[in-house]
């Protein structure tokens, strides 16, 4: 009953968004980040825990606007992602402009496939739907979690495929993703979701021990495939830019902890983004759950690292 009610509900919005134009969408996205900040105290207050660890020398005050900011964002996100479910692919086009187009198509030159990652960031789905349209033949496979309510998760996977990109789930995800690699095709995942798994490695993410997905370093240093940071920054006037960063540069061949090496690699350029604009990151997530962390096996996370990825 309750995935129903939640599958009605979305459609009435994604009914309401359609004939809204995309800058009035973004202010009610605000409007409904903004009144969640307001009703929901126990993401809010795991929002600012956590703004406060990472950024000890921001006041209370600061740190509740940051969170209120964040709250708005997510609320534009989920809004504006309906929306672009409902454009043309010139609309598309018209509403994004790109930053690096140049290090993808060197980076495909390798003949590897292409490893991108990113985080709860800013507009990563946008960039992903946006991505084949702007790279030509370049499409994606994304690795993702299945929502819960499978009328909801429908819905998503068609707006996420509907320019060409496709979906890989845990079930036969480390064929999957291989077989994508071998034919110099392309995969995304994000690296910023605490990882409830043996094949986790621990990083520093805000000069704290952060369980993070193994997958990423793993696959690059098996496949030899250059892994580039996307990120997804708002415009005005509903518009995106969409930023590919250089390749992150593999540790050495004889490193002692190639993967976790990596994976830190990989996570300080996210942190870096997140520092420049704190309110485009996910705070409201336990990102940091573990008091005592102790090291996964660095072999056991090259072997199954990718299956363990779809679980973020």
Not at 43 to 67: K, Y
Not at 150 to 170: A, C, D, F, K, Q
Not at 195 to 206: E, G, K, R, T
Request: with cysteine.
């Amino acid at each position: 009953m309750r995935y129903c009610l939640e599958w009605w509900l979305a459609r009435i919005v994604y009914a309401l968004v359609r004939v809204l134009p995309l800058p009035l969408v973004r202010v009610c996205g605000s409007a409904l980040g903004r009144a969640v900040y307001c009703v929901d105290g126990f993401h809010r207050r795991i929002a600012l825990a956590n703004l406060a660890a990472a950024f000890p020398s921001r006041s209370p005050a600061e740190c509740r606007a940051v969170a209120r900011d964040m709250f708005a964002h997510f609320g534009r996100l989920l809004l504006e992602l309906l929306k672009f479910g409902t454009l043309s692919e010139e609309q598309i086009l018209a509403r994004t402009e790109v930053d690096g187009e140049d290090r993808v198509r060197q980076a495909f030159q390798r003949g590897n496939g292409v490893l991108f990652f990113t985080g709860h960031f800013g507009y990563w789905e946008m960039h992903a739907i946006a991505h084949p349209l702007r790279l030509g033949e370049h499409a994606l496979s994304v690795l993702a979690r299945p929502l819960d309510n499978p009328h909801l998760n429908e819905m998503l996977e068609r707006i996420r495929t509907r320019t060409g990109n496709s979906v890989i789930y845990r079930q036969g995800a480390i064929r999957k993703v291989m077989r994508e690699l071998a034919g110099n095709r392309s995969v995304a995942l994000l690296i910023d979701q605490h990882l409830h798994s043996a094949d986790a490695v621990y990083v520093d993410f805000f000069n704290r021990p952060a369980a993070t997905t193994s997958a990423l370093a793993a696959l690059a240093l098996r496949t030899g495939a250059p892994v580039i940071p996307v990120f997804a920054l708002p415009l005005p006037r509903g518009r995106y830019r969409l930023i590919y960063e250089h390749p992150v540069p593999p540790p050495r061949e004889d490193s002692p902890d190639a993967v976790r090496e990596f994976t830190q690699r990989c996570t300080d350029v996210l942190e870096m983004y997140v520092r420049r604009d704190p309110s485009l990151w996910l705070w409201m997530h336990r990102r940091w759950r573990d008091r005592d962390p102790q090291p996964a096996n660095e072999a056991a996370g090259r072997g199954n690292a990718v299956t363990a990825a779809t679980d973020s």
